[in-house]
């Protein structure tokens, strides 16, 4: 009676060490096998996200001069604009700035809406921002400026699939930063900004 007892025990014991032993040998294997998917899958989302986005990065208000950006104006239109040069000028045929001086932006505008706009309209939501001191914005005088050759703004409506060039003209300060704005105080218009500096003017 007590060897059967005996061998039952031993029988157990074996079966136990058996099992332990599969057990551990598939903990190995799930450790040193294939990633799961899913954490290789949340690995690269991860690395997807932390990729910086260059077009993202111009809409938010990168853009320099030479650039094309998007703007959008609610219940009007969307727009490429490319702000193509700028340049200082003491002045206009003979017209003098009431600040320090004038400066002419060369300005490409492209509709890819599906509503037609005024241009005057259009470069109503344009202001030049001068970030010196004075600290002052500036609309686009163009088409009250004896002179200016080619104002943007005379260009009367530009239809949607169609493009226009022309020239801005703002009256501001003389100082070391500017920005170009589409949007300043409008809040109906995505806020688009072009900076650049003094000697970035031609």
């Not at 690395?47 to 959008?72: E, F, M, R, Y």
């Not at 700035?97 to 470069?123: C, R, Y």
């Not at 010196?132 to 163009?142: C, F, Q, V």
């Amino acid at each position: 009676m007590k060897t059967k007892t005996l061998k039952v025990m031993l029988g157990m014991l074996l079966l136990i060490s058996m099992l332990a032993a599969c057990s551990e040998k598939g903990n190995s294997g799930e450790k040193s096998g294939k990633n799961d998917p899913s954490e290789t899958e949340q690995s690269e989302n991860k690395d997807d996200d932390s990729a910086p986005d260059p077009k993202a990065t111009k809409q938010q208000g990168k853009l320099t001069i030479g650039d094309t950006g998007k703007v959008k104006i609610a219940y009007q239109g969307t727009f490429k604009v490319t702000l193509e040069s700028v340049e200082k000028k003491d002045k206009i045929g003979i017209e003098k700035p009431n600040n320090d001086l004038f400066i002419v932006a060369k300005v490409k505008v492209e509709n890819i809406g599906k509503e037609t706009m005024d241009l005057a309209d259009l470069t109503g939501f344009v202001d030049l921002l001068d970030l010196g001191e004075n600290g002052g914005s500036a609309p686009d005088y163009a088409n009250q400026i004896e002179g200016v050759q080619d104002p943007l703004s005379n260009k009367g409506q530009i239809q949607p699939g169609n493009a226009a060039e022309g020239e801005l003209v703002f009256d501001t300060w003389n100082t070391d930063n500017y920005q170009f704005v589409f949007g300043h105080a409008n809040s109906s218009v995505t806020k688009t900004i072009w900076a650049f500096t003094r000697d970035e003017l031609q």
